[in-house]
């Protein structure tokens, strides 16, 4: 055995000679391979990515691999919860030491988003780095409890209104809230029209860089919204104010979001005005006046007034009494009220929610079995230290724009009525210079499917002598002259401080365009009225199904064109990220201007629009072409703009 071991010992040897030999050269030049590496292939961020970006911003990230002889480079992936919704990076191979740059995407479902980055090393994806980063969006510029609104269509075509009030908290959810809202309750075990009162349990919003946004708000009520979820769409015009609209499979309509800043019981007069429909003629009414609360939860009746129109029939000059209870935490009171001379229903009640000392928003909210009152929807502007004092002609002077959406008659279909129009008071009695783009998507009147009124015109007015703000104001003497003739009828519930008086239609009362709606009457401002800027806006269009929407634009004055973007709810369909664009010719000394809109977010593109500059920051606007002799529409549409602030320095 030891002479064996021996024997094995000598082979490496051996071969080692042998293998000398055949290289032909000494030992002394033998060269050994080289060492291997000292450690194994690694990766590491260099720098240290941003942990937190904003939805409008990049991220460069660069990844350094080490210990790669290959220098194979780096591979790149990216994930979040949200699948579809992570956003992009410029390459997913790149070299060590190379940059890549992430762009978020470009909406959330909430305020907040975090993605994961992860970088490998292309040599051995088992090195790899991870970044995780968080995206927020603009929602810490809406923070603390709104009051929202909104009027439109239910899932039956007929009248849809809520109201009610958010807590945002800034970081994109919605922690609490309540709402009233009257829509058609399709479940066959109710099948009516119907008020429901929830609370709102939580929810999201976003808002993104240019301005817009979206809302989800729960409840536990299955038959609201889609099953217990509301959806809307929202421009934001401020840290205070919101334009909305409802883009859910079963409503659809546009309102606004106000942030709250008291919740203190009201007191003094209120005018106000409401729209919607009656239960138990199953027709459309609207209905304003004042109610003044003279002492502590009551509305005595002394300096109170209200006028109806129900379908067509109006009733006037009618006293109003009632009671308000004490504002829940929420800033709700519950307003109870009676008008004996009403035509059809004699007793309302509403949800009213404060917005601040002077702004309260009102549904109805007596019609929870199907069997009440009706079903409207509308707001109430405090008169405050001015109540009782509006006692002679001069109580109503200066220019105002006002514009009134409603329900022409012809039909009972909401929406389907558009008044737009300017005229001065001279605080004697007398109307001047007014101008007015009437339409009525459905009456035939003027031998054609639909009627429109397009001109100057002048009137009459007087002040209810009781003091209470109650104007009745008949516009006549139309140039061009309409046929057959028209004769509207409206009342202006005015409300001091310089704050718009309310309008009611009172229909026309020639009854050749009989219509009823509600509204709003702006001072005018001083010339020069200029229309130019960036702008958030709403509008509510109707061809046999219902279009609302909220965007944001930009008008340039030189040149006259426009541009922007609209997120819309047409026939119960959303669409999102849709532009427009469209021309205008500068105002004229009366705010005045004639232009276009076009794009496939509206009924009907392009049409035609007029303009009314209130002041530089807001206006109406209102479609002119529905009985165009050479390219009628038959679309009716109204809408709202308002200055808009970016949402960030450098935003858009």
């Known amino acids: 055995m030891a002479t064996r071991r021996w024997i094995l010992s000598l082979l490496p040897a051996v071969t080692l000679s042998v293998l000398t030999a055949c290289g032909g050269g000494s030992t002394a030049n033998i060269q050994n391979p080289p060492a291997p590496p000292s450690s194994s292939v690694s990766i590491a961020f260099q720098p240290a990515p941003a942990a937190l970006i904003s939805i409008n911003a990049t991220s460069t990230l660069t990844a350094v691999v080490s210990n790669d002889p290959s220098n194979a480079g780096v591979d790149w992936s990216l994930t979040c919860q949200n699948t579809n919704n992570c956003g992009s990076l410029s390459a997913l191979h790149t070299g060590s030491g190379q940059p890549v740059a992430y762009t978020p995407p470009s ?81 066959p075990a109710i099948n009516a029209l119907v008020s429901r009162s929830d609370a709102i349990t939580g929810g999201s919003y976003f808002l993104g860089p240019d301005g817009r946004g979206t809302i989800t708000l729960n409840t536990n009520d299955q038959d609201v919204g889609q099953n217990g979820v509301e959806t809307f769409s929202f421009v934001f015009l401020s ?74 029939t109006l009733t006037v000059e009618q006293t109003l009494s009632g009671t308000l209870s004490t504002p829940d935490s929420f800033g709700a009171v519950t307003l109870n009220l009676t008008v004996p001379g009403f035509q059809s229903a004699t007793t309302f009640q509403f949800e009213g929610y404060i917005v601040d000392a002077t702004h309260i928003k009102l549904v109805e909210s007596d019609n ?137 239609d009172g229909s026309d009362i020639s009854l050749n365009y009989p219509s009823l709606g509600a509204g709003i009457a702006y001072p005018q401002a001083s010339a020069p009225l200029t229309f130019g800027g960036k702008y958030g806006f709403s509008f509510t269009q109707q061809n046999g199904s219902e279009n609302d929407a909220t965007g944001q634009m930009t008008a340039i004055p030189t040149g006259g064109t426009l541009s922007g973007i609209v997120d819309n709810d047409s026939a119960f369909t959303a669409t999102f990220n849709s532009p427009i664009s469209g021309t205008f010719a500068a105002p004229l000394s009366n705010g005045l201007s004639v232009g276009t809109l076009s794009g496939t977010p509206f009924d009907f593109s392009p049409f035609a629009v007029d303009y009314y500059v209130i002041d530089p920051t807001q206006g109406f606007f209102v479609e002119t072409d529905v009985v165009n002799p050479n390219d009628p529409s038959g679309v009716v549409s109204f809408g709202y703009y308002a200055a808009r602030t970016p949402v960030c320095a450098g935003c858009p």
């Open 239 to 312: 840290t205070s104010h919101v334009l909305i609209a409802e883009t859910d499979p079963s409503e659809s309509a546009t309102g606004t979001m106000d942030l709250q800043t008291s919740t203190a019981a009201p007191s003094g007069g209120y005018a106000f005005v409401v729209s919607g429909t009656d239960v138990a003629t199953a027709s459309p009414t609207a209905f304003g006046g004042i109610f003044n609360i003279d002492s502590p939860n009551n509305i005595s009746g002394a300096g109170s007034v209200a006028d109806q129109n129900l379908a067509g």
């Open 368 to 504: 929870s079995s199907g069997a009440g009152s009706g079903s409207t929807g509308g707001v109430a502007i405090g008169q405050g230290a001015a109540t009782g004092t509006f006692t002679g002609l001069s109580s109503f002077s200066g220019t105002y724009v006002f514009g009134v959406l409603g329900v022409d008659l012809a039909g009972f279909t909401p929406n389907t009525f558009t008044s737009v129009g300017l005229f001065t008071a001279d605080g004697s009695g007398d109307l001047a210079n007014g101008f007015t783009d009437t339409l009525l998507q459905q009456n035939g009147a003027q031998g054609t499917a639909g009627s429109q009124i397009s001109a100057a015109f002048t009137g009459a007015y007087e002040v209810f002598p009781g003091g209470t703000g109650r104007v009745r104001a008949a516009f006549n003497h139309f140039v061009p002259h309409s046929t057959p003739s028209m004769s509207p009828l409206f009342f202006f519930y005015l409300t001091g401080n310089g704050n718009p008086p309310l309008v009611l």
């Open 107 to 187: 909406t959330l479902s909430g305020n907040s988003q975090t993605v994961s980055i992860v970088a490998f090393a292309t040599a051995n994806h088992n090195q790899n780095v991870v970044a995780p980063i968080t995206i927020t969006a603009f929602g810490s510029n809406l923070q603390g409890s709104y009051v929202f609104q909104g009027h439109g269509v239910g899932a039956d075509s007929g009248p849809y209104e809520f109201a009610g009030v958010i807590t945002l908290n800034g970081s994109g959810a919605i922690t609490s809230g309540e709402q009233t809202v009257n829509f058609f309750d399709q479940n």
